[in-house]
């Protein structure tokens, strides 16, 4: 969702004031059913072995006893981020100039956890009854972040022909130790036609 606001008259004409917000979602789930099997190989006959014979040599059982497991694994996030933004915009005669201050900011959380049943004690069910033990939780997490950013830009063009431009950034992230969270960046930029 965003509003803008842009007066048409008065002193103020050139200023747009914007304003926006966004918000999202995030859920899944997953699960890995691996089954204790069979594996058949055939009895081989000629002179290198390749030819199969209609006999079976001894199965291979394949993910047996504690090998045989099921895992569940859910998962949910949400995030949101916003900005207002504030810019002033002129031409006076030969002389164009524009200012823009900001802010932003974003945060996000999100959580993950995972439950694995081994075991399996009922075979063909791909249900947390059919093995003999509890789940094991594996891999609990939770993440959050935040950043924030302030902004400012300032612009003048003569005829436009010559042009300077000073843009600085503040910003900061939860990413970074306590201490080195904040960071200023800034740019100066001169051009001409």
């Not at 004031?17 to 594996?39: K, N």
């Not at 000629?46 to 504690?66: A, F, K, M, W």
Request: net charge neutral; proline share 4%; no cysteine.
């Amino acid at each position: 969702a965003s509003l803008t606001w842009q007066p048409e008259s008065g002193f103020l004409k050139g200023l747009t004031a914007r304003f926006q917000v966004s918000q999202a979602g995030t859920g899944a789930d997953g699960d890995e059913y691996r089954p204790s099997y069979l594996i058949y190989d055939f009895a081989k006959f000629g002179n290198n072995e390749l030819l199969y014979r209609d006999s079976v040599t001894s199965p291979v059982i394949v993910n047996e006893g504690e090998n045989a497991r099921l895992v569940r694994n859910l998962n949910k996030g949400k995030s949101y981020q916003g900005f207002l933004t504030l810019q002033y915009a002129r031409t006076l005669g030969r002389h164009n100039f524009s200012v823009l201050v900001g802010g932003e900011q974003s945060a996000s959380y999100n959580e993950n956890l995972e439950a694995m049943w081994m075991t399996q004690t009922i075979p063909g069910f791909d249900d947390y009854w059919a093995y003999d033990q509890d789940p094991a939780v594996r891999n609990p997490t939770i993440s959050e972040t935040t950043k924030r950013s302030f902004f400012g830009r300032m612009s003048y063009n003569f005829a436009g022909k010559y042009t300077v431009e000073g843009i600085t950034r503040v910003d900061a992230s939860s990413n970074f130790a306590r201490g080195h969270i904040w960071g200023v960046f800034p740019s100066v930029g001169v051009g001409w036609i």
